[in-house]
């Protein structure tokens, strides 16, 4: 969303100049000669460049606003520059980004309203310009040895619409007369900034918003399983109950194994929940991924014999140790093994093929989950990872592709498939073997 200043909004601009100058009397620097000139104005547009670009950036708001410190600092030929905003109560104008100035103070250095020339501004909407900042009455430093070394002080206000959401600041280790040009070019540059800010805003309510969409639909879609999967434990209570007052143990052992499908079926459902909704990082150490794949196999074996599916490795030794999260990348191989199962021949004869590739050129592990199932409609194949939609009807929750999808990436890795209609599928996922490449 690009902003436009309005005649007014530009008039009080410099309304606000002629205010700051006529405060500060102090002598004009001699002009730069054509030289410095013409650098000093390749500088600048190089920077505002820069942060014309940043405006539509997909990067995090911090790592954009750093980036916006550092070109300010830049395009005004200063020693700092920093970035407060309000925290969430608007008691406290907190550090948010700084070129300059010691990386501890990001997050922990503030002024409360009114307090330091940066608390003075936010409360009063009004430019500072000072040759001198010790000298202004709201001069407050920062617990910091390189902010009693500077003097030079720019402070402006943050505005989206008519609401102060912040200010910037840039200091110099001399004294300084910023010229009208400078405070332009400054005023700018907030503008960048607010707007930046603004479209944080609205893509963090946009967020919010699909969340809730979400958790609407997840509710939906997982009452419906969850009425499944209880209408079967009736079928197998009601078995266990008629087989023991008829004191059929045939019966009994029949409803027995109906309630521990549904036990399972219950405690994949909240694994895969886990899975998709946690927000913690993964917890990488290195391990030899070969073992963990031929563990979850055997984890699976009986339900693979049960199915009358054979379950075969076939693994790349070449592999070396490689960083994961154990615990999700198990559930990932648990997921598309048991996937793989239920896709298989129901009259038998089905055969899985798990497999392990080291990718030379890539230098990236490949694993693979190969079936000979009746494949993925092609018109079915954009929704696979979306969530809660399954391949299996009502006998899935379509939480389990869209998980792993997400763990997968969390890793910096990408799954996909290839299916056959009729013939075969393979569920395929790649990892990087550094934690460094993405």
Known sequence: MAHHKSKSSNAATRTQIAKVHAATPTPLPPRPSSAKAAERHSRVLEAMLEISNLVGSDATIAKVLNQISAATRLAMGVEISSIYLWDENRENLVMRSSAGLPPELIGNASFATGQGIPGWVAETGEIASLPDGTKHPHYDPLPST??????????????????????????????????????????????????????????????????????SLSLTGIAHYIKNVLTMMRGGEFLIEAGIKREKL?????????????????????????????????????????????????????????????????????????????????????????????A???????????????????????????????????????????LFYSTKGKKGTGIGLAASRKIIMEHGGRIDFESTPGKSTEFFFHLPTTRTQL
């Open 250 to 342: 045939d019966q009994v052992a029949e409803g027995w194994h109906v309630l521990k499908r549904t036990n399972k079926k219950i405690a994949e459902l909240v694994e895969n929940m886990l899975n998709y909704y946690r927000d913690t990082a993964p917890q990488f150490r290195k391990l030899d991924i070969n073992d963990l794949i031929l563990s979850v196999m055997g984890q699976l074996e009986d339900r693979a014999i049960g199915s009358n599916v054979s379950l075969l490795p076939d693994l790349d030794l070449r592999i070396e140790d490689i960083s994961v999260d154990p615990s999700r990348i198990e559930d990932v191989m648990a997921n598309l093994i048991t996937n793989a199962i239920e």
């Open 146 to 215: 390189r902010e009693l070394k500077l003097l030079g002080y720019l402070c402006a206000p943050l505005r989206i619409r008519d609401e102060v959401i912040g200010v910037m600041t840039v200091r110099s280790e001399n004294v300084k007369k910023f010229s009208d040009d400078e405070i332009m070019l400054y005023v700018t540059i907030c503008n960048q900034v607010a707007i930046v800010i603004e479209k944080a805003r609205m893509s963090a309510a946009q967020l919010e918003a699909e969340k809730l969409a979400v958790l």
């Open 344 to 386: 298989a021949p129901q009259d038998g004869g089905g055969t899985i093929f798990v497999r392990s590739r080291y990718d030379t050129d890539g230098g990236r592990v490949r694993i693979s989950v190969v079936d000979n199932g009746s494949g993925i409609p092609p018109d079915k194949h954009d929704s696979v990872f979306k």
